[in-house]
């Protein structure tokens, strides 16, 4: 019963790591199938990355007759997942204790914004609000700008991520107890944990500055601020802008500790500063961190005369860990990525040929098979026949009685 992103990432990786994926629909479908369409009347994209290797089923949950359909796949099923606004499977009928009852061992698997309790538990949420409370998007930007979100989708498919390892944990040990589990995941929560290290900050803030930050921090400041690209690790780090100077011109380098003699006396000689291994301004990591902007000055003059391909050709023989600016079509047409099955050409029967990102957790027994995703209720009969063992008399039945079309709209009473 996932839909939208968060969920579906979490059921799309179970998925390909093997699991039979049954997504539960409502009849009107999953709201991304229609969102954001680059093909008329065809599943748009946004719904086909993130539903790959399922079946799909559509149940009318508001009919008796659906809810009955629902109570015996509970009874088939390993795992069930949602991630509808607070209270909606309540409303249902259907609370853990419910599930429980009906299938000890099943683990439920639920993804709200902000959980089940606390000030906040009713509030729905998207990708940016999780980040803006999460704590990322106040770390993420330039000191002087507003804050930013970042273009990974750490709210939503980061939060699937968490819930695909808690459902795990919880269907290893319903395997040794034969009781199921309540897994749940906040997205707040989600984007707090890969904070964690901006938090290691706030906590040294009041002890001292942040000797490695290129902004100015001072002890008891309180808020750890947004510090642009720098490393926000143990070693300076920085994205350099490199010839021609586009959009994603720039690759983004680590000055560790082990490299900067070998650095400097590479680039040493082309700005003009034959000594610079030995400048006493940056010969030392302490002396480094106080001079770094003027060191990334440095930095950057050199790659005034090379692209980020040179630059990163001239710092990987010196061992220097560095990586371009990859853009969306750079990694769409990267050998390194084709190569490892991270761009994959899929078909589809309303969109034709497109492209998924791959399956990034390679197991060596059972790799991903990639497959398309389902049409809305493609796999309804199947489901029903194959998993439920229905007859035809009963589908039709049922089919008669609405459990598998939309829920008739409630006429207005007149004022
Ligand atoms: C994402 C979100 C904001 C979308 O909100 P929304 O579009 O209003 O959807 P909701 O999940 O709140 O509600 C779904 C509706 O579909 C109905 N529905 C869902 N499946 C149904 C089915 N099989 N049969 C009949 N109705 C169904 C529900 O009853 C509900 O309608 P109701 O409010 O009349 O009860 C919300 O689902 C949410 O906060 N989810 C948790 C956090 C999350 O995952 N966010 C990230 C999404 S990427």
New binding site residues.
């Given amino acids: 019963?996932t839909?939208?992103?968060?969920?579906p990432t979490c059921s799309q990786l179970l998925a390909w790591m093997g699991a039979d994926v049954i997504k539960?629909?409502?009849?009107q479908g999953d709201?991304t199938r229609g969102q954001l369409r680059d093909v008329p009347n065809a599943d748009s994209l946004y719904f086909t990355m993130l539903n790959c290797n399922k079946r799909s089923i559509?149940?009318?949950?508001?009919s008796a007759e659906?809810k009955q359909v629902f109570v015996d796949l509970l009874k088939k099923c390993h795992i069930i997942m949602e991630?509808?606004?607070?209270g909606?499977l309540e409303?249902?009928g259907f609370t853990w204790e419910k599930i429980h009852e009906l299938n000890p061992k099943i683990v439920m698997g639920s993804?709200?914004?902000f959980g089940s309790s606390g000030p906040y538990a009713d509030f729905?949420?998207?990708?940016n609000v999780a980040q803006a409370m999460g704590g990322s998007m106040s770390t993420t930007g330039v000191p002087d700008g507003p804050p930013f979100v970042t273009g990974a989708q750490i709210?939503?498919s980061g939060?699937g991520l968490h819930l695909a390892i808690g459902l795990l944990a919880a269907l290893r040990q319903a395997e040794h107890t034969g009781q199921g589990q309540y897994v749940e995941v906040a997205?707040m929560d989600g984007v707090m944990n890969l904070c964690r290290v901006k938090f290691r900050d706030h906590q040294r803030l009041m002890r001292g500055d942040l000797p490695e930050y290129s902004v100015p921090t001072y002890k008891d400041m309180g808020d750890v601020p947004r510090a642009g690209n720098d490393s926000g690790g143990g070693q300076l780090g920085n994205a350099i802008h490199c010839k021609p100077h586009g959009a994603n011109d720039w690759l983004y380098i680590v000055v560790q500790e082990a490299v900067w003699d070998a650095l400097a006396r590479r680039i040493g000689p082309d700005i003009h500063i034959p000594d610079l291994a030995t400048d006493a301004r940056f010969a030392a990591i302490g002396e480094r961190r106080k001079n770094q902007q003027l060191m990334w000055t440095l930095i950057n003059k050199f790659a005034e005369k090379h692209t980020k391909r040179e630059l990163m050709a001239i710092l990987n023989p010196l061992d220097v860990p560095c990586g371009p600016i990859m853009s969306t079509e750079d990694l769409a047409t990267d050998e390194h990525v084709r190569g490892r099955d991270m761009w994959v050409e899929l078909d589809h029967p309303q969109r034709g040929k497109w492209w998924n990102v791959g399956m990034p957790i390679k197991l060596s027994a059972s790799p991903a098979k990639i497959e398309r995703s389902p049409t809305l209720g493609e796999h309804t009969d199947e489901v029903l026949r194959d998993v439920l063992q229905y007859d035809e008399s009963r589908i039709s039945s049922l089919k008669q009685a609405g459990a598998f079309s939309a829920?008739a709209k409630t006429p207005k009473k007149a004022a």
Wanted: hydrophobic share 35%; aromatic share 12%.
């Fill in positions: 019963m839909h939208v992103q968060a969920g539960f629909e409502n009849p709201a559509t149940v009318n949950m508001k659906g991630n509808f606004g607070p909606v409303r249902f993804i709200k914004g729905k949420a998207y990708e709210g939503d939060t997205m829920p």
